[in-house]
């Protein structure tokens, strides 16, 4: 896949940063607001149908507990695996939280969308596009899919083949042999290798890059993925990289200057686009002043091809006003 002439923009669970993550409400706001790409996480219930959920567990967005007490895994996790999509649909979405150890919830943004609401529910892979398809046919636009496979090897080991069921998904709603709209992405390459060689999809595939510290369903070193050799391994059945931002993003000199790894030009240089991760008005890297002045180092100083964002409205006005002269 080549390099767009203009970045895309990628809404981030949604328009996430208005609406809970992942709700069909989120999805259709970044449809409005004319995100390029809507990210859909998927994981998979008891009975191995493909739901839009961030974690492979629901402890986090849900009303799991108070819906389903006793249920949960001896690590004091609720995992979506262990229900059934029956059980799934009696659940209730909130803003994302965090339990103290008095037992409060709060939000983890607090000046986001109210954490007490129960007007959300779990989606399907097959309803949100749905819903994305029937916006686009309405809006007269063609909004792209951006799937992201949740713990492939841990839903292995309960005997669930998430790729092969998303890639039936996707074929079922016609969108299996469309390069131009639908990226795949993950952390684990092994599974991004078997959805290239062994399921032979057409789809571009993003190399998700975590840290190694974060536990990530994956054996793989990320440090390593990062050097020239790693990214040249990952050149052999991906597409792209998606980064966290701090991968790129390295700080301010002593002059104030700002600091950016060789990750980007690495990348282009081996025919890789760059897609980094999350883009937030409300969590801003250390020495940057504004939205506008983060999306200026990446677009602009850092040249990436695209960029996850729970705001996508702000970047893509941003680009509008901007645009992005990339390097």
Not at 25 to 45: F, N, R
Not at 59 to 81: L, Q
Not at 254 to 279: I, M, N, W
Request: hydrophobic content about 40%; some cysteine; charged content about 25%.
């Amino acid at each position: 896949m080549t390099r767009s002439s203009s970045p895309i923009v990628i809404a981030h669970r949604g328009a996430s940063g208005y609406l809970p993550e992942h709700t069909l409400a989120a999805k259709a706001m970044a449809h409005a607001m004319g995100a390029d790409y809507i990210e859909q996480d998927v994981v998979l219930s008891k009975d191995g149908v493909a739901v839009v959920l961030h974690d492979v567990y629901l402890d986090s967005t849900t009303d799991v507990a108070e819906c389903f007490p006793g249920r949960a895994r001896p690590d004091g996790c609720f995992y979506a695996m262990d229900f059934t999509l029956q059980e799934l649909r009696r659940l209730r979405l909130h803003e994302r939280s965090t339990r103290g150890t008095d037992g409060r919830e709060t939000a983890v943004y607090p000046d986001r969308f109210p954490l007490g609401s129960g007007l959300f529910r779990i989606p399907t892979l097959a309803e949100e596009i749905d819903l994305i398809s029937g916006l686009d046919k309405s809006r007269g636009r063609s909004t792209g899919l951006y799937v992201e496979l949740k713990g492939p090897n841990l839903h292995s080991s309960a005997g669930m083949d998430i790729a092969s069921i998303v890639l039936d998904v996707l074929a079922g709603k016609g969108y299996a042999n469309r390069p131009e709209q639908v990226f795949l992405q993950c952390f684990d390459p092994l599974t991004l290798q078997r959805l290239r060689h062994e399921l032979k999809t057409p789809l571009p595939l993003i190399q998700l890059i975590a840290e190694n510290d974060w536990g990530e369903d994956s054996c793989s070193d990320y440090n390593e993925m990062r050097t020239a050799r790693g990214l040249e391994e990952v050149a052999a059945y991906a597409n792209g990289i998606g980064p966290w931002l701090h991968q790129i993003y390295l700080g301010r000199d002593t002059a104030g200057e700002v600091l950016l790894s060789d990750l980007v030009q690495t990348a282009r240089d081996l025919g890789l686009l760059v897609h980094p991760y999350t883009f937030r008005r409300d969590e801003l890297p250390a020495g940057v002043a504004s939205f506008d002045e983060l999306l200026d180092i990446f677009f602009r100083h850092a040249g990436v091809d695209g960029v996850f964002t729970d705001f996508p409205d702000l970047a893509k006005h941003y680009l509008e006003e901007h645009g992005a002269r990339q390097p």
